[in-house]
């Protein structure tokens, strides 16, 4: 009933700087808190960022903390992860996430999921 499409994904030099997007459609007011999580090969899928629908809270992976930043534009039913400083460990398959758990940094708290795109970041 939910649809999230992600797209922003892409190769860029360590030090760069990328902003990835998801667009919510389908019946959004079943949406309490959007996510970011990635996935790098051969490990488990790691929380990133996390973001209230609605409100000013906003939450963050200490490996990503001061570099990356969560935004919304509740008008699009979009959110952003702009990435910057990137490092070759961030290179990964982000995924976007949305739900209505309060345990923002839990994968199983999340009710929808997009596709993924992969950001890759060169040494």
């Known amino acids: 009933q939910v649809q999230l499409v992600e797209s922003g994904g892409g190769l860029v030099q360590a030090g760069g700087s990328l902003r990835l997007s998801c667009a919510a459609s389908?019946?959004?007011?079943?949406?309490?808190?959007m996510g970011w999580f990635r996935q790098a090969p051969g490990k488990e899928r790691e929380f990133v960022a996390a973001?209230?629908?609605?409100?000013?809270?906003?939450y963050y992976a200490d490996s990503v903390k001061g570099r990356f930043v969560i935004s919304r534009d509740n008008a699009k039913n979009t959110v952003y992860l702009q990435m910057n400083s990137l490092k070759p460990e961030d290179t990964a398959v982000y995924y976007c996430a949305g739900g209505g758990s309060n345990w923002y940094q839990r994968t199983d708290s999340y009710d929808y999921w997009g596709q993924g795109t992969q950001v890759t970041v060169s040494s």
């Open positions: 973001s209230r629908w609605s409100g000013g809270s906003t």
């Open positions: 389908g019946r959004t007011f079943s949406i309490y808190t």
